[in-house]
């Protein structure tokens, strides 16, 4: 299967810091999500994003489809955006959702 | 909110023993999927569903098996559990086609003696 490579492991910041978590991938992807799981463990789908850039809110996503890599990007930081991000890729011949996840990000933000 | 109840949340049981676990859907989704999460594995897909009766193996499909007799519900089942298959079990949903955003139940804790 795709391999996922997520950057850095852990993060530690301080509340209104900004941070950037990078996803690679090791081949063609036509479906590319991020989720955050909370520390109560519920998974939130962040963005679905196979190609491009989208912005939710002080979060924002590029994903370049030609370079296998995306990006997730946190701007000033609250305590409520702690917990793990996970990137999450299915290969470009899969139609039906099959997803591999990489092994997260842990993010802790400290008021 | 996208309508997914697991249950049980959480569960401890002895080797050797079955068990099922139970995702329920309320939106009428085509897609439905079943992951494991253990640490330092990130989340694994198990089993997924594309439709009533059709079912397909994931990453980690060995022990587990998979039902899916009406849309809504979508059952694994551990025949002979084993220490190994402890873990936190979760459903996602696919909103439309198979390559659309995945909407994740809370899990299940399930604990293997």
């Known amino acids: 299967g795709i391999q996922v490579e997520q950057s850095p492991p852990d993060l530690i910041l301080q509340e209104g810091a900004n941070s950037t978590l990078r996803c690679n991938f090791s081949d063609s992807v036509n479906n590319l999500q991020w989720f955050h799981q909370n520390p109560w463990g519920q998974l939130i789908n962040l963005f679905y994003?196979?190609?491009g850039t989208k912005q939710n809110g002080r979060l924002s996503a590029t994903t370049v489809a030609t370079e296998r890599y995306s990006l997730l990007y946190i701007s000033s930081s609250q305590t409520t955006d702690s917990g793990v991000y996970f990137c999450?890729?299915?290969?470009?011949?899969?139609?039906?959702?099959?997803?591999?996840f990489g092994r997260g990000t842990q993010l802790t933000v400290w008021p | 909110d996208a309508g997914i109840t697991q249950s049980p949340r959480h569960k401890v049981t002895e080797t050797g023993t079955p068990v099922t676990l139970r995702c329920h859907q309320t939106e009428n989704h085509r897609y439905m999927y079943w992951y494991r999460q253990d640490p330092g594995h990130g989340l694994r897909l198990i089993h997924y569903s594309y439709g009533v009766k059709d079912t397909d193996k994931g990453e980690v499909s060995d022990g587990y098996s998979v039902s899916r007799s009406k849309t809504e519900d979508f059952l694994l089942t551990l025949e002979s559990a084993t220490s190994s298959q402890t873990s936190v079990y979760f459903c996602?949903?696919?909103?439309?086609?198979?390559?659309?955003?995945?909407?994740f139940g809370d899990g299940t804790r399930l604990s293997i003696l």
């Open positions: 999450a890729v299915a290969d470009r011949g899969s139609t039906l959702g099959r997803l591999y």
């Open positions: 996602a949903i696919g909103l439309g086609t198979g390559n659309q955003p995945q909407h």
């Open positions: 994003i196979p190609s």
